[in-house]
């Protein structure tokens, strides 16, 4: 099975990597996204990684020319003409996926295989709303994915295992390192490990137990590492953390405490991360990555 032209829908920090990386090696793709300031933006970070593309495979000529095979549109049925594979990487909010399958599945040609790289969903909690549920599955990647080039690939019970393998062999094709999981599970082996991470900084950050530069500075000394927790995070951006917290707050209130201070004090006030050029650091020369960093305190 060979996909010939892809659709990612979400222009955001990941889904704008996700388009370049396809169209870097080769694949025409479609980047949807809901409204003109949206694909506007996302038209900002694409053009941005044809230099970070160009510096990191040596290659200018080929960076340059991944930026013809992208298009874009905020008009999903046009997004979808003749696409044969759709990666999904809008909001991490089930509302927001459920609706956005829906729709895709009216516009959709049969053939067309979707696949989430939802960062802790399930594909089981959106096949329904697909209308091919065994055409549907998973596909992860990692921030930066030109240098962490994993690809974590999840089924559902209902998928066919021959779309397993089709985007398997896709994963492949655009230099990722490949995972398969042999069932599903919330984060993968990546977030499962990472998100727990992350929130036990946060969880010390809203508790007012340490800062974040405190927090970080003890982790690298301790570890080695060459970021902290919240190094980590501005990395991810701010979206995804609150996301995940407030929607755990439903559960548990203590979820609902990080939520509230990533908001009032990261989102609100523009520093989603690296993408702004201000998280818990401020870029491109953040002060972890300052020999003196682990000298002070």
Do not use: C
């Amino acid at each position: 099975m060979d996909f010939n032209k892809i659709m990612v829908a979400g222009s955001g920090v990941l889904g704008s990597q996700i388009a370049f990386q396809s169209a870097f090696f080769g694949y025409n793709v479609n980047v949807y996204d809901i409204n003109d300031d949206a694909i506007n933006a996302g038209k900002d970070r694409v053009n941005k990684l044809q230099g970070v593309y160009a510096d990191f495979f040596k290659d200018e000529g080929k960076a340059e020319a991944a930026l013809g095979h992208l298009s874009f549109s905020s008009d999903l049925a046009e997004a979808m003409k003749d696409v044969d594979l759709v990666i999904e990487a809008v909001p991490e909010r089930v509302d927001i996926k459920q609706d956005f399958y829906q729709k895709l599945a009216a516009v959709a040609p049969e053939r067309t295989v979707f696949v989430s790289n939802s960062s802790t969903m399930l594909p089981s909690d959106f096949a329904e709303f697909t209308g091919r549920p065994e055409k549907f599955l998973a596909l992860h990647f990692a921030n930066s994915i030109w240098q962490n080039n994993t690809a974590e690939i999840m089924g559902h019970a209902g998928t066919d295992h021959q779309y397993v393998e089709a985007v398997t062999d896709f994963a492949r094709s655009i230099g990722m390192i490949p995972f398969v999981l042999k069932k599903e599970q919330p984060g993968y082996i990546l977030n499962t490990l990472l998100v727990p991470f992350l929130n036990a900084g946060l969880t010390l950050w809203a508790n007012d137990v340490a800062d974040p530069h405190t927090i970080d500075k003890n982790w690298m000394i301790s570890t080695g590492s060459p970021r902290g927790p919240f190094g980590i995070l501005d990395v991810v951006g701010m979206e995804t953390p609150y996301n995940l917290n407030r929607a755990r707050s439903e559960q548990d209130p203590s979820y609902g405490v990080i939520a509230d201070k990533l908001k009032a004090e990261m989102i609100d006030k523009g520093k989603m991360g690296i993408s702004s050029g201000e998280g818990f650091y401020k870029y491109p020369n953040p002060e972890y990555s300052d020999p003196n960093f682990l000298k002070q305190n």
